[in-house]
C-alpha cells in the first residue's frame, strides 16, 4: 500500500515536498516513481529512483527543479519540489515496480491514491 502526501496550494517560485510511505511489502525491494495528471490531461512520468537509491532518473519538465529521494528504513519516497509553475499544477502519484526504475506508467505495480498540487500564478 502507498499514501502520498503533502500536496497544497502554491505561488509560483514557491516549493513543496511530497512524500509517499509504503507498507505491507518489502519497500526497498521496489523501483519508486513520481507520476502526475494535469485536468485533462494523460498521466506523464515525473522522476523515479531504483531500489538503493543510487539511480534517479527525471521527466525534462522535471530536471534542476525536482529532487526524488528515499529512505529504505522509513519506507518512504519524496520529491522535493522547487521553483514551481503553474503548469505543474497536478495530482502526483507514487508508483512502485520491481526491477528498473522506468518512466513507463504502465510497468508499475502498485500506485497511491494521489496528493493534489496547485500552483497559482
Known amino acids: 500500500q502507498l499514501q502520498a502526501s503533502g500536496g497544497g496550494l502554491v505561488q509560483a517560485g514557491g516549493s513543496l515536498r511530497l512524500s509517499c510511505a509504503a507498507s505491507g511489502r518489502t519497500f526497498s525491494r521496489y523501483a519508486m516513481g513520481w507520476f502526475r495528471q494535469a485536468p485533462g490531461k494523460e498521466r506523464e512520468f515525473v522522476a523515479a529512483?531504483?531500489?538503493?537509491?543510487?539511480?534517479?532518473f527525471y521527466a525534462d519538465s522535471a530536471k534542476g527543479r525536482l529532487t526524488i529521494s528515499r529512505d529504505n528504513a522509513e519506507s518512504t519516497v519524496d520529491l522535493q519540489m522547487s521553483s514551481l509553475k503553474p503548469e505543474d499544477t497536478a495530482v502526483y502519484y507514487c508508483a512502485a515496480k520491481t526491477g528498473w526504475p522506468r518512466s513507463v506508467s504502465s510497468e508499475y505495480d502498485y500506485w497511491g491514491q494521489g496528493t493534489l498540487v496547485t500552483v497559482s500564478s
Open positions: 529512483i531504483s531500489w538503493p537509491g543510487v539511480n534517479t
